[in-house]
């Protein structure tokens, strides 16, 4: 079982960049995909992006393309959202979430929220106008 615990929320300024980490306590996130989602006061949680187990493929929603990226670090302890020009449509509370990889992938069962067993506790993230 592995527990993510993700990092590095904060207030900033429209334009701005952040970078979100994910780390898993309990074991490695090796043979895990990694997603993040978000959830806005009064909003549905949202897939916002995602990187495979195998392969390191990363997804993203349409509205994050071109501005966020996602990686992991080689020794499968940490995933990275690397957040830049940030918009006040960012602001949400921001998850970070694990499920046991699988050779039958796709952007459809990746942004998935009911794929994932194991949640974060979410960090804050602010964007000024």
């Known amino acids: 079982q592995v527990q993510p615990v993700e990092s590095g929320g904060g207030l900033v300024e429209a334009g701005g960049s952040l970078r979100l980490s994910c780390a898993p306590s309990?074991?490695?996130?090796?043979?895990?995909?990694i997603a993040w989602f978000r959830q806005a006061p009064g909003k549905e949680r949202e897939f916002v992006g995602a990187?495979?187990?195998?392969?390191?493929?990363?997804y993203y929603t349409d509205s994050v393309k071109g501005r966020f990226t996602i990686s992991r670090d080689n020794t499968q302890t940490t995933v990275y959202l690397q957040m830049n020009r940030l918009k006040p449509e960012d602001t949400a509370v921001y998850y970070c979430a694990a499920a046991f990889t699988s050779s039958v992938i796709s952007s459809v069962i990746v942004s998935s929220r009911s794929r994932y067993d194991y949640w974060g506790q979410g960090t804050q993230v602010t964007v000024s106008s």
């Open positions: 309990g074991r490695t996130f090796s043979s895990y995909d």
């Open positions: 990187i495979s187990g195998i392969g390191g493929v990363a």
